[in-house]
Protein backbone atom coordinates (compact mmCIF):
# COMPACT_ATOMS: atom_id res chain seq x y z
CA UNK A 1 0.00 0.00 0.00
CA UNK A 2 2.57 2.46 0.92
CA UNK A 3 4.30 1.77 -2.58
CA UNK A 4 1.25 2.97 -4.15
CA UNK A 5 1.05 6.27 -2.16
CA UNK A 6 4.54 6.46 -3.52
CA UNK A 7 3.68 9.31 -6.07
CA UNK A 8 0.98 11.02 -4.69
CA UNK A 9 1.69 14.87 -5.19
CA UNK A 10 0.00 15.63 -1.60
CA UNK A 11 1.21 13.29 0.24
CA UNK A 12 4.72 12.99 1.84
CA UNK A 13 6.40 8.85 1.99
CA UNK A 14 9.81 8.20 2.61
CA UNK A 15 11.62 5.05 1.39
CA UNK A 16 9.47 1.86 2.95
CA UNK A 17 9.51 1.73 6.69
CA UNK A 18 11.85 3.91 8.64
CA UNK A 19 12.32 3.65 12.17
CA UNK A 20 12.54 6.91 13.61
CA UNK A 21 11.40 7.23 16.59
CA UNK A 22 12.61 3.95 17.42
CA UNK A 23 16.19 5.02 17.01
CA UNK A 24 15.30 8.35 18.57
CA UNK A 25 14.64 6.24 21.79
CA UNK A 26 17.87 4.11 21.78
CA UNK A 27 20.50 6.39 20.08
CA UNK A 28 22.87 7.38 22.51
CA UNK A 29 23.38 10.89 21.01
CA UNK A 30 19.92 11.77 21.37
CA UNK A 31 20.06 10.77 24.77
CA UNK A 32 23.15 12.75 25.91
CA UNK A 33 22.70 15.08 28.99
CA UNK A 34 23.46 18.37 27.28
CA UNK A 35 22.49 20.34 24.13
CA UNK A 36 22.06 17.34 21.02
CA UNK A 37 24.48 18.30 18.05
CA UNK A 38 22.12 18.01 14.93
CA UNK A 39 25.10 16.89 12.61
CA UNK A 40 26.50 14.31 14.91
CA UNK A 41 22.49 13.24 15.23
CA UNK A 42 22.41 13.06 11.34
CA UNK A 43 25.77 10.79 10.64
CA UNK A 44 24.17 8.45 13.53
CA UNK A 45 20.79 8.13 11.70
CA UNK A 46 22.24 8.17 8.57
CA UNK A 47 24.90 5.38 9.50
CA UNK A 48 21.40 3.66 10.99
CA UNK A 49 18.83 3.67 8.03
CA UNK A 50 21.94 3.81 4.87
CA UNK A 51 20.06 1.22 3.35
CA UNK A 52 17.06 3.45 3.03
CA UNK A 53 19.27 6.30 1.22
CA UNK A 54 21.46 3.31 -1.01
CA UNK A 55 18.97 0.87 -2.26
CA UNK A 56 20.66 -1.12 -3.75
CA UNK A 57 21.76 -2.49 -0.13
CA UNK A 58 18.42 -3.41 0.03
CA UNK A 59 18.51 -6.98 -1.17
CA UNK A 60 15.57 -8.08 1.27
CA UNK A 61 12.78 -5.63 -0.40
CA UNK A 62 14.66 -6.23 -3.75
CA UNK A 63 15.29 -2.14 -4.44
CA UNK A 64 18.37 -3.03 -6.05
CA UNK A 65 16.52 -3.89 -8.95
CA UNK A 66 14.50 -0.75 -9.60
CA UNK A 67 12.58 1.05 -12.69
CA UNK A 68 11.12 -0.86 -15.98
CA UNK A 69 14.43 -2.49 -16.91
CA UNK A 70 15.24 -3.65 -12.78
CA UNK A 71 18.64 -2.16 -12.90
CA UNK A 72 17.88 1.32 -11.26
CA UNK A 73 18.01 2.26 -7.28
CA UNK A 74 17.64 4.80 -5.28
CA UNK A 75 20.91 7.08 -4.29
CA UNK A 76 20.55 9.91 -2.34
CA UNK A 77 22.97 12.49 -1.87
CA UNK A 78 23.86 12.01 1.63
CA UNK A 79 25.30 15.89 1.76
CA UNK A 80 22.75 17.52 -0.31
CA UNK A 81 20.09 15.64 2.01
CA UNK A 82 22.08 17.22 5.42
CA UNK A 83 22.29 20.09 4.53
CA UNK A 84 18.32 19.94 3.85
CA UNK A 85 17.56 18.69 7.20
CA UNK A 86 19.70 21.17 8.48
CA UNK A 87 18.05 24.19 7.08
CA UNK A 88 14.90 22.97 7.86
CA UNK A 89 15.62 22.54 11.58
CA UNK A 90 17.38 25.59 11.81
CA UNK A 91 17.18 27.29 15.23
CA UNK A 92 14.24 24.92 15.77
CA UNK A 93 14.06 22.67 19.53
CA UNK A 94 15.44 19.50 17.81
CA UNK A 95 13.17 16.33 19.08
CA UNK A 96 11.74 13.66 17.67
CA UNK A 97 8.84 15.74 15.87
CA UNK A 98 11.09 18.36 14.57
CA UNK A 99 13.24 15.93 13.17
CA UNK A 100 10.48 13.57 11.81
CA UNK A 101 9.57 16.58 9.92
CA UNK A 102 12.50 17.72 8.26
CA UNK A 103 13.65 14.04 6.98
CA UNK A 104 10.85 13.39 5.30
CA UNK A 105 11.08 17.11 3.82
CA UNK A 106 14.48 16.59 2.97
CA UNK A 107 14.05 12.85 1.45
CA UNK A 108 11.12 14.40 -0.86
CA UNK A 109 13.38 17.29 -1.49
CA UNK A 110 16.40 14.99 -2.39
CA UNK A 111 14.74 13.19 -4.94
CA UNK A 112 12.77 16.73 -6.65
CA UNK A 113 9.68 16.61 -6.04
CA UNK A 114 7.09 19.91 -4.94
CA UNK A 115 7.08 19.54 -1.08
CA UNK A 116 4.98 22.98 -1.08
CA UNK A 117 1.97 20.65 -2.80
CA UNK A 118 2.28 18.07 0.19
CA UNK A 119 -0.77 17.99 2.60
CA UNK A 120 0.03 15.08 4.68
CA UNK A 121 2.90 12.47 5.37
CA UNK A 122 2.01 8.69 5.10
CA UNK A 123 4.92 7.23 8.26
CA UNK A 124 4.77 3.16 8.38
CA UNK A 125 5.10 1.84 11.98
CA UNK A 126 5.12 -1.58 10.43
CA UNK A 127 4.79 -3.05 14.39
CA UNK A 128 2.04 -1.69 17.01
CA UNK A 129 4.78 -1.21 19.97
CA UNK A 130 6.26 1.65 17.78
CA UNK A 131 2.85 3.25 17.52
CA UNK A 132 2.59 5.09 21.09
CA UNK A 133 6.14 6.86 20.94
CA UNK A 134 4.90 8.15 17.21
CA UNK A 135 1.59 8.71 18.37
CA UNK A 136 2.98 11.40 21.34
CA UNK A 137 4.60 13.79 18.73
CA UNK A 138 1.62 13.61 16.05
CA UNK A 139 -1.33 13.37 18.21
CA UNK A 140 -3.92 13.89 15.70
CA UNK A 141 -2.65 11.03 13.33
CA UNK A 142 -5.02 8.86 11.33
CA UNK A 143 -4.73 4.73 11.55
CA UNK A 144 -4.61 2.79 9.14
CA UNK A 145 -4.35 -1.11 10.16
CA UNK A 146 -3.84 -3.37 6.57
CA UNK A 147 -4.86 -6.77 6.97
CA UNK A 148 -5.21 -10.12 4.90
CA UNK A 149 -7.35 -12.75 5.31
CA UNK A 150 -5.58 -14.46 8.67
CA UNK A 151 -5.84 -17.73 7.42
CA UNK A 152 -3.64 -16.86 4.46
CA UNK A 153 -1.49 -14.75 6.13
CA UNK A 154 -0.86 -17.59 8.64
CA UNK A 155 0.57 -19.75 5.59
CA UNK A 156 2.68 -17.21 4.04
CA UNK A 157 4.09 -15.86 7.26
CA UNK A 158 5.16 -19.34 8.45
CA UNK A 159 6.49 -20.68 4.83
CA UNK A 160 7.80 -17.90 3.15
CA UNK A 161 9.90 -16.85 6.53
CA UNK A 162 11.14 -20.72 6.98
CA UNK A 163 12.24 -20.35 3.00
CA UNK A 164 14.00 -17.19 3.46
CA UNK A 165 15.43 -17.68 7.44
CA UNK A 166 16.59 -21.19 8.53
CA UNK A 167 16.33 -19.98 12.39
CA UNK A 168 12.96 -19.48 11.44
CA UNK A 169 12.11 -22.99 11.11
CA UNK A 170 11.29 -24.24 14.60
CA UNK A 171 8.50 -25.10 16.72
CA UNK A 172 7.83 -21.36 18.15
CA UNK A 173 7.67 -19.60 15.03
CA UNK A 174 4.03 -20.89 13.42
CA UNK A 175 2.76 -19.47 16.87
CA UNK A 176 4.39 -16.46 16.58
CA UNK A 177 3.17 -15.71 12.94
CA UNK A 178 -0.40 -16.47 14.54
CA UNK A 179 -0.27 -14.36 17.78
CA UNK A 180 0.97 -11.25 15.48
CA UNK A 181 -1.90 -11.98 12.61
CA UNK A 182 -4.47 -12.12 15.57
CA UNK A 183 -3.74 -10.11 18.45
CA UNK A 184 -1.27 -7.57 17.65
CA UNK A 185 -3.99 -5.11 16.29
CA UNK A 186 -5.94 -5.77 19.35
CA UNK A 187 -5.15 -2.24 21.24
CA UNK A 188 -6.56 -0.51 18.04
CA UNK A 189 -10.00 -1.43 18.90
CA UNK A 190 -9.72 1.39 21.88
CA UNK A 191 -9.39 4.15 19.13
CA UNK A 192 -12.70 5.64 17.69
CA UNK A 193 -14.01 5.08 14.37
CA UNK A 194 -12.71 8.47 13.19
CA UNK A 195 -9.69 7.76 14.19
CA UNK A 196 -8.51 4.33 12.55
CA UNK A 197 -9.47 2.12 9.79
CA UNK A 198 -8.39 -1.06 8.65
CA UNK A 199 -7.47 -2.21 4.42
CA UNK A 200 -7.75 -5.17 2.71
CA UNK A 201 -4.67 -5.97 1.05
CA UNK A 202 -6.84 -7.84 -1.34
CA UNK A 203 -8.98 -4.21 -2.33
CA UNK A 204 -5.31 -2.62 -3.62
CA UNK A 205 -6.33 -3.39 -6.80
CA UNK A 206 -9.93 -1.51 -6.55
CA UNK A 207 -10.13 1.49 -7.88
CA UNK A 208 -13.18 2.26 -5.67
CA UNK A 209 -11.62 1.60 -2.07
CA UNK A 210 -8.58 3.83 -2.87
CA UNK A 211 -10.94 6.26 -3.66
CA UNK A 212 -12.62 5.71 -0.40
CA UNK A 213 -8.98 6.27 1.31
CA UNK A 214 -8.40 9.60 -0.70
CA UNK A 215 -11.49 10.47 0.93
CA UNK A 216 -10.96 9.67 4.31
CA UNK A 217 -7.22 11.15 4.76
CA UNK A 218 -8.72 14.16 2.36
CA UNK A 219 -6.26 14.23 -0.70
CA UNK A 220 -7.72 13.96 -4.05
CA UNK A 221 -7.31 10.38 -5.86
CA UNK A 222 -4.32 10.20 -8.38
CA UNK A 223 -3.40 7.55 -10.99
CA UNK A 224 -0.39 6.90 -9.26
CA UNK A 225 -2.08 4.80 -6.57
CA UNK A 226 -2.31 2.18 -9.39
CA UNK A 227 1.71 2.12 -9.71
CA UNK A 228 4.21 -0.06 -7.43
CA UNK A 229 7.10 2.25 -7.11
CA UNK A 230 9.79 3.76 -4.72
CA UNK A 231 11.00 7.21 -5.78
CA UNK A 232 9.53 6.86 -8.25
CA UNK A 233 11.19 3.58 -9.71
CA UNK A 234 8.88 0.60 -10.76
CA UNK A 235 8.93 -1.86 -7.81
CA UNK A 236 8.99 -5.44 -8.53
CA UNK A 237 8.44 -7.40 -4.94
CA UNK A 238 10.11 -7.97 -1.82
CA UNK A 239 11.86 -11.25 -1.62
CA UNK A 240 9.26 -13.45 0.23
CA UNK A 241 7.28 -12.78 -2.14
CA UNK A 242 6.70 -16.27 -4.16
CA UNK A 243 5.08 -14.88 -6.74
CA UNK A 244 6.37 -11.65 -8.73
CA UNK A 245 4.20 -9.21 -11.15
CA UNK A 246 4.19 -9.76 -14.57
CA UNK A 247 5.43 -6.96 -16.94
CA UNK A 248 1.88 -6.10 -17.15
CA UNK A 249 1.24 -5.37 -13.57
CA UNK A 250 2.53 -2.05 -12.72
CA UNK A 251 0.43 -1.63 -9.50
CA UNK A 252 -1.08 -4.07 -7.01
CA UNK A 253 -1.31 -7.64 -8.66
CA UNK A 254 -4.05 -9.68 -6.93
CA UNK A 255 -2.05 -12.80 -8.14
CA UNK A 256 0.49 -12.01 -5.49
CA UNK A 257 -2.42 -12.37 -2.65
CA UNK A 258 -3.09 -15.79 -3.64
CA UNK A 259 -0.82 -18.37 -1.99
CA UNK A 260 -3.43 -21.33 -1.99
CA UNK A 261 -3.54 -21.42 1.82
CA UNK A 262 -6.88 -23.94 1.68
CA UNK A 263 -4.35 -26.56 0.25
CA UNK A 264 -1.68 -26.06 2.47
CA UNK A 265 -3.56 -26.26 5.84
CA UNK A 266 -5.44 -29.44 6.56
CA UNK A 267 -9.24 -29.28 6.99
CA UNK A 268 -9.39 -29.63 10.73
CA UNK A 269 -6.61 -26.91 11.30
CA UNK A 270 -9.43 -24.95 9.02
CA UNK A 271 -12.34 -25.66 10.53
CA UNK A 272 -11.17 -24.58 13.40
CA UNK A 273 -9.65 -21.04 12.55
CA UNK A 274 -12.77 -20.53 10.83
CA UNK A 275 -14.92 -20.83 14.37
CA UNK A 276 -12.63 -18.73 16.61
CA UNK A 277 -12.07 -16.31 13.85
CA UNK A 278 -15.97 -16.25 12.66
CA UNK A 279 -16.08 -12.67 14.02
CA UNK A 280 -13.38 -11.26 11.90
CA UNK A 281 -13.96 -13.59 8.89
CA UNK A 282 -17.24 -12.04 8.81
CA UNK A 283 -16.20 -8.38 9.34
CA UNK A 284 -13.89 -8.37 6.52
CA UNK A 285 -16.06 -10.15 4.25
CA UNK A 286 -13.38 -13.08 3.81
CA UNK A 287 -14.98 -16.64 2.72
CA UNK A 288 -15.82 -19.20 6.10
CA UNK A 289 -16.92 -22.39 6.20
CA UNK A 290 -17.68 -21.44 9.71
CA UNK A 291 -20.32 -23.91 11.40
CA UNK A 292 -22.89 -22.62 14.19
CA UNK A 293 -24.60 -25.00 16.78
CA UNK A 294 -24.40 -26.88 19.73
CA UNK A 295 -21.79 -29.56 17.85
CA UNK A 296 -20.10 -27.63 16.63
CA UNK A 297 -19.16 -25.58 19.84
CA UNK A 298 -18.68 -29.06 21.50
CA UNK A 299 -16.41 -30.52 19.07
CA UNK A 300 -13.89 -27.83 18.88
CA UNK A 301 -12.10 -27.79 22.21
CA UNK A 302 -11.36 -31.34 21.51
CA UNK A 303 -10.17 -30.58 18.02
CA UNK A 304 -7.86 -27.86 19.82
CA UNK A 305 -6.53 -30.31 21.26
CA UNK A 306 -4.99 -31.98 17.71
CA UNK A 307 -1.68 -30.86 16.52
CA UNK A 308 -1.63 -28.60 13.76
CA UNK A 309 -0.71 -28.62 10.24
CA UNK A 310 3.24 -26.96 11.16
CA UNK A 311 3.09 -28.60 14.70
CA UNK A 312 3.01 -32.19 12.93
CA UNK A 313 6.25 -31.49 11.14
CA UNK A 314 8.22 -31.12 14.46
CA UNK A 315 6.03 -34.05 16.06
CA UNK A 316 6.68 -36.26 13.61
CA UNK A 317 8.82 -39.01 15.26
CA UNK A 318 11.91 -38.47 12.70
CA UNK A 319 12.65 -34.99 13.71
CA UNK A 320 12.08 -36.47 17.63
CA UNK A 321 14.47 -39.22 17.23
CA UNK A 322 17.10 -36.64 15.80
CA UNK A 323 16.76 -34.49 17.76
CA UNK A 324 17.25 -37.39 20.44
CA UNK A 325 20.60 -38.73 18.45
CA UNK A 326 21.93 -34.71 18.45
CA UNK A 327 21.53 -34.63 22.01
CA UNK A 328 19.25 -31.12 21.28
CA UNK A 329 16.95 -32.17 24.23
CA UNK A 330 15.95 -28.23 24.24
CA UNK A 331 14.24 -28.74 20.76
CA UNK A 332 12.85 -32.06 21.51
CA UNK A 333 11.32 -30.49 24.53
CA UNK A 334 9.56 -27.40 22.75
CA UNK A 335 8.27 -29.61 20.01
CA UNK A 336 5.68 -30.25 22.92
CA UNK A 337 5.83 -26.89 24.74
CA UNK A 338 4.98 -24.55 21.70
CA UNK A 339 1.65 -26.69 21.04
CA UNK A 340 0.71 -26.78 24.71
CA UNK A 341 1.15 -22.43 24.35
CA UNK A 342 -0.72 -22.70 21.30
CA UNK A 343 -3.16 -24.11 22.80
CA UNK A 344 -4.00 -21.91 25.30
CA UNK A 345 -3.96 -19.37 22.84
CA UNK A 346 -6.89 -20.82 20.88
CA UNK A 347 -8.89 -21.68 24.18
CA UNK A 348 -8.45 -18.16 24.90
CA UNK A 349 -10.11 -17.25 21.27
CA UNK A 350 -12.63 -19.96 21.64
CA UNK A 351 -14.11 -18.68 24.68
CA UNK A 352 -13.99 -15.02 23.23
CA UNK A 353 -16.59 -16.48 20.50
CA UNK A 354 -19.25 -16.84 23.56
CA UNK A 355 -19.30 -13.43 24.31
CA UNK A 356 -20.86 -10.35 21.93
CA UNK A 357 -19.20 -10.21 19.09
CA UNK A 358 -16.98 -7.61 18.85
CA UNK A 359 -16.85 -4.72 16.50
CA UNK A 360 -13.66 -4.95 14.01
CA UNK A 361 -12.18 -2.05 12.89
CA UNK A 362 -14.13 -0.29 10.40
CA UNK A 363 -13.13 -1.19 6.55
CA UNK A 364 -11.64 1.62 4.25
CA UNK A 365 -13.87 -0.21 1.45
CA UNK A 366 -16.98 1.21 -0.34
CA UNK A 367 -17.28 -2.57 -1.99
CA UNK A 368 -21.43 -3.32 -2.54
CA UNK A 369 -21.35 -6.40 0.06
CA UNK A 370 -19.86 -4.02 2.74
CA UNK A 371 -21.28 -0.41 2.12
CA UNK A 372 -24.16 -0.52 4.16
CA UNK A 373 -22.15 -1.83 7.30
CA UNK A 374 -19.79 1.26 6.51
CA UNK A 375 -22.41 3.63 6.27
Given at each position: ?31 FDGPLDIDDLLYDFLGVHLI ?324
Amino acid sequence: FQSLLDGHPEIFVFNGQISIHEWWIASRFTQFDGPLDIDDLLYDFLGVHLIKFRSRYDHFERKGILGENQCESINIDLDEFRKHVRFLIGNKLIDSRTFSIAVYTAYDLCIGRDVLSKRIFFHHIHRIHNLDPYLEDFPDSKIICMTRDPRAAYVSGVEHWRRYNASADNSAYPLYVFYRIIEEARPLLSFGAERVRALRLEDLGDRDVLKAVCLWLDVDYNRCLQKSTWAGLRWWGDTLSEKKPSAEDHGFSENMAVNNWEKKLRWLDVYVMDYILADRLNWFGYPSRHSYGIFAKFIIPFLILLPTTYERRYLSPKNLVQKLLRFQIKDFVRAFYHPLRRMVVFFKMYTRTMVKPEPWLLQVNVSPKHREKIE
